[in-house]
């Protein structure tokens, strides 16, 4: 959190939210990002959005007690609005859980193509670039990925693992958004990094 405020972020979205968590984020974030919309999931399945600017047209959807929770909002720049998705489908480990991510992408990219603001999806997919669920969604959904020739920035690795090895967590924008910087953040003792 405190990373967060020193970078001075206009908008964030923050994932595995817990009962336990919500109140002590929320606190913390108020002063530079006050507009926020958390939720708490079964165990870590929570999501928190936090903005500097007011957000409205907000959207939960996938909050079941066995899924992760994910969110659509409109945040109101000066610029303009925004269509921000923060989004957490579940882990393809297993032949059902792999079918239960592909239909929660498949939602996700109906209410992508929905959108009449410029979108920015943001989330862990538990995919990898290379996989084809998540080429898929790209074609779908017609997002570019703004990692596409600067790296690979990975940012998943077990926690026994001192490096990240797995780039599962995505920033993708619709066309026309010009990219300023992307980076991997430091370590926390989380086993992903922002």
């Not at 708490?40 to 928190?48: E, I, K, Q």
């Amino acid at each position: 959190l405190d990373w967060i405020v020193s970078e001075k972020v206009d908008v964030v979205a923050i994932q595995e939210v817990t009962h336990e968590s919500v109140s002590f984020v929320k606190e913390r974030l108020n002063a530079t990002l006050p507009h926020q919309l958390f939720q708490s999931g079964y165990g870590a399945r929570g999501m928190g959005f936090a903005s500097r600017w007011p957000i409205d047209e907000i959207e939960r959807f996938g909050d079941t007690r066995w899924t992760h929770v994910q969110f659509a909002v409109t945040v109101n720049t000066p610029t303009g609005k925004v269509r921000c998705f923060s989004v957490h489908p579940t882990n393809p480990t297993t032949r059902p859980q792999s079918e239960q991510q592909r239909a929660t992408l498949g939602r996700i990219a109906q209410r992508i193509s929905a959108a009449e603001e410029p979108v920015v999806v943001v989330g862990d997919f538990n995919l990898t670039p290379w996989s084809p669920t998540f080429r898929r969604f790209l074609q779908t959904t017609q997002l570019r990925d703004p990692r596409v020739g600067r790296g690979l920035f990975p940012t998943w690795s077990p926690p026994s693992s001192p490096w990240p090895f797995i780039p599962i967590d995505h920033i993708l924008v619709s066309s026309g958004w010009a990219l300023d910087r992307l980076e991997l953040g430091p370590r926390f003792g989380s086993d992903h990094r922002p």
